[in-house]
């Protein structure tokens, strides 16, 4: 039997404040017209991030490396400083 995940609250608010970055971005709302439009605009290649991992991300189930973040920074066009300083208390 595979064993249930725990709830990590402090994953999931890191997921909402990424999820809320890339919706503040005025795209269509889904996670995979937002990583179509920004390889289009050439902030991200093609096998940099994927479907899953944003998914897995916004969703709370993965806490993403600095590497992951610094990209994710890039791609929502925001400072990977302020970014970091947002999810600081959840990490």
Same mark, same amino acid.
């Given at each position: 039997m595979t064993k249930r995940k725990k709830y990590n609250n402090n994953l999931f608010k890191i997921g909402e404040i990424i999820k809320f970055h890339r919706l503040n971005l005025s795209l269509n709302s889904s996670r995979e017209n937002f990583l179509v439009d920004r390889i289009n605009k050439g902030f &991200? #290649? $093609? =096998? /940099?991030?994927?479907? $899953? @991992?944003?998914? #897995? !991300?916004? #969703?709370?189930? @993965?806490?993403? /490396?600095l590497p992951t973040l610094? &990209?994710?920074?890039?791609l929502l066009e925001i400072d990977f400083f302020e &970014?970091?300083? $947002? !999810?600081? =208390?959840? !990490?």
């Open positions: &991200l #290649n $093609e =096998d /940099s991030i994927s479907l $899953e @991992t944003l998914k #897995n !991300i916004e #969703n709370g189930n @993965t806490l993403p /490396s610094k &990209l994710l920074a890039n &970014l970091l300083k $947002e !999810i600081y =208390d959840y !990490i």
